[in-house]
């Protein structure tokens, strides 16, 4: 037999067991907003049991905490007039509309505890046996509500760390065009220094085209060449060319590329030009008395040629050991040179003139000092900042 929705209607077994164990809570309310009737899911909400809820005014029965707080009854309080449940009581009884699905937030007093709950109610007139009532249905959705309020405070963090994010790679990215702005500038410092060695190599040729060298020595007292000495001076011309190259190409390896500008470590320069310029002939003792004493691109070229010319022109007068002191005095940068032949005695310089030294140092407003010591002292102005 096909079973009929109209049949279940008027089965009052059927809608009392609906009644009472649906889910939602139900009760109905007369025209003073007091609980006439209920459901188990009503009395299970708000932990009451039936004699203190048949009766009470709507307010009253369910715990509202501004009923609670200012101790009058529903209907009297100073929230009442804004309260979304009874009017829409009220308005169902009196104007017999209904109203559908409003959304309840307040704190209640249930059990001794104070919630915050979220209800969604819905409020329908309803006449019985010339009885006129409001039938009220509420759900509580609080869990659901708090956790959309927490996903919506999640998706609030992650908008924020978002826009950290975004903040900080726009940083990132102007920070890389002002490296990558530094770094153009860097190179065409570079290439300009380039241009500038060079410029010095070409100066190196000159000089010993107008032998500047020694080159006068080649010739004998008579005027005649001296062809072995001149073959062996024509190698020492190649070989000191060679030299002051490697020290050019040893400045490179050595810069330095901090805040803009391009220098050079003095601490690992000296070292480096001292093994070059030794070729493992003698052997060195550096004394660098400053922890990082960095020189400009500026500085560091001519001071490299002036220091390998002199330091060859030592092995010229075959030292055993070579003593280098790099220090500062007052306003001068110092390289102290102090070389020991075989027999002890303190030596210095070969037979010709340091032409390369004197022509670099006076780049830099140096000077070159033999002392009584046969010690030899670099002076070099310290740049002003």
């Known amino acids: 037999m096909l079973l009929k929705i109209d049949d279940l209607k008027e089965s009052n077994a059927f809608l009392n067991d609906l009644y009472s164990n649906v889910t939602t809570a139900i009760f109905l309310a007369d025209n003073d907003a007091r609980l006439v009737s209920f459901n188990d899911s009503f009395k299970a909400l708000f932990q009451k049991p039936?004699?203190?809820?048949?009766?009470?005014?709507?307010?009253?029965?369910?715990?509202?905490?501004?009923?609670?707080?200012?101790?009058?009854?529903?209907?009297?309080?100073?929230?009442?007039?804004?309260?979304?449940?009874?009017?829409?009581?009220?308005?169902?009884?009196?104007?017999?509309?209904?109203?559908?699905?409003?959304?309840?937030?307040?704190?209640?007093?249930?059990?001794?505890?104070?919630?915050?709950?979220?209800?969604?109610?819905?409020?329908?007139?309803?006449?019985?046996?010339?009885?006129?009532?409001?039938?009220?249905?509420?759900?509580?959705?609080?869990?659901l509500e708090e956790q959309r309020e927490q996903l919506e405070a999640h998706n609030r963090a992650l908008q924020q760390q978002l826009r950290v994010m975004a903040e900080s790679l726009l940083a990132s990215a102007l920070e890389l065009d002002l490296q990558k702005t530094t770094q153009m500038e860097l190179e065409r410092e570079l290439r300009h220094r380039i241009g500038n060695t060079l410029q010095l190599i070409v100066s190196l040729l000159k000089l010993h085209e107008d032998g500047g060298f020694g080159l006068d020595d080649a010739t004998a007292a008579d005027g005649n060449p001296m062809a072995d000495f001149a073959d062996a001076s024509q190698a020492s011309i190649y070989a000191g060319i060679n030299l002051y190259i490697s020290a050019l190409i040893t400045v490179y390896h050595h810069v330095q590329y901090e805040q803009g500008a391009a220098s050079v470590s003095t601490a690992e320069l000296i070292p480096s030009l001292c093994a070059l310029a030794s070729a493992d002939q003698v052997g060195f003792v550096v004394h660098h008395d400053i922890s990082a004493c960095m020189i400009s691109m500026d500085m560091a070229v001519p001071f490299s040629l002036a220091f390998v010319d002199l330091v060859s022109r030592v092995l010229d007068a075959q030292a055993l050991r070579l003593e280098i002191e790099f220090s500062i005095d007052n306003n001068y940068f110092v390289t102290t040179m102090r070389s020991v032949d075989r027999s002890g005695s303190p030596v210095f310089g070969g037979r010709n003139s340091p032409a390369m030294a004197e022509l670099m140092l006076g780049q830099l407003a140096g000077e070159i000092k033999q002392s009584a010591d046969s010690s030899l002292r670099l002076y070099i102005q310290r740049p002003q900042h």
Do not use: M, W
Not at 108 to 126: D, E, M, Q, S
């Open 50 to 143: 039936e004699d203190r809820l048949i009766g009470e005014l709507c307010g009253n029965a369910i715990g509202c905490i501004f009923q609670q707080e200012e101790s009058v009854d529903c209907g009297a309080t100073t929230h009442c007039a804004d309260c979304d449940l009874r009017n829409s009581i009220i308005r169902s009884f009196t104007e017999k509309v209904p109203v559908f699905k409003h959304l309840l937030v307040r704190e209640f007093n249930i059990c001794g505890r104070v919630l915050r709950k979220h209800f969604v109610f819905t409020t329908k007139y309803a006449g019985y046996r010339g009885q006129e009532y409001v039938l009220v249905l509420v759900d509580d959705v609080t869990q």
